[in-house]
Nanobody, 120 residues
């Protein structure tokens, strides 16, 4: 599975961005698709995931602000990010795995990152 992440950018605090993770060589319906982020000097951390069975999970700091969704026709998973905060600044990565949803960064396939910068 090849993954292409896009949609990052510079936004002011309180603003919104939508990240896209387009898959090829495999179906998002048969994979768990996760979003992770990594800030400078920090470890990669789990943000949200859409399981192949349709379940979703979020890390607590983004609950109520971020929404993950899946478009089977476009073979793409989205991360809608609202009420962005400076602490959301990071490189965001999407990843895919054929196994059930996990918060661990052990996914089999990874896309390139997309930078999200939130200014205060």
């Amino acid at each position: 599975v090849q993954l292409q992440a896009s949609g990052g950018g510079l936004v002011q605090a309180g603003g919104s961005l939508t990240l896209s993770c387009a898959a090829s060589g495999g179906s998002v319906r048969s994979n768990t698709i996760g979003w992770f982020r990594q800030a400078p000097g920090k470890e990669r951390e789990f943000v949200a995931a859409f399981g192949w069975s349709g379940n979703t999970k979020y890390t607590d700091p983004v609950k109520g602000r971020f929404t993950i969704s899946r478009d089977n026709a476009k073979n793409t998973v989205y991360l809608q990010m609202n009420s962005l905060k400076p602490e959301d600044t990071a490189v965001y990565y999407c990843a895919a795995d054929r196994l059930k949803l996990t918060r661990n960064p052990t996914y089999e396939y990874w896309g390139q990152g997309t930078q999200v910068t939130v200014s205060s």
